[in-house]
């Protein structure tokens, strides 16, 4: 029954103004590669026939809708499609919204945010979208405060929203992620490239 219905999704998203019979959509590997496959047969029946391109990064997939060389893409949130298509200049526009994915925190030493010790360090994505979602994670375990809530629930927050740090201070930026450092409670901020 869920196969059934993920296949509906599918098909409703896909062919939003689509009269082609080939679909070519890019996704990521895992999981929206895999969740394409397992539909590929129930949209065959239908005369659709999939094929999915995958990329392994998360800018890739929307530069090719763009050039028009994928039908479609499949892999991100609408505040993640939102900042790409602004800071990008992309002509591309979301026809469904899809699942988001969970966020949570690992380490292989640290087994709570609790037992962080002095001097420890965080790295939450640099994309305002997942770097967001990663703030909001991190509030809500108490490590830092955000300012006011946003007037538009889908509105994340960034760096320069959070007003206190019980413990933490952003330490530097590097090309894959921001460093939060543990430092003290002053809420200070501090951007540097690595």
Known sequence: MKKQILTAALLSLLTAGLTAAELTVAATPVPHGDILRLVAPDLKA????????????????????????????????????????????????SVAPIHILPMAAYSKRIKSLNDLPKGARISIPNDPANGGRALLLLQSAGVIKLKAPQQRPWTLPTIPSVCALPKWKPHRYRARSTMLTLRSSTPTMRWASA
């Open 46 to 93: 239908q005369g659709y026939d999939l094929k999915v391109v995958e990329f392994s990064d998360f800018v890739s997939p929307n530069i090719a809708l763009d050039a028009k060389e994928v039908t479609a893409n499949y892999y991100q949130h609408k505040p993640f499609l939102d900042d790409a298509v602004k800071s990008r200049g992309l002509k591309i526009a």
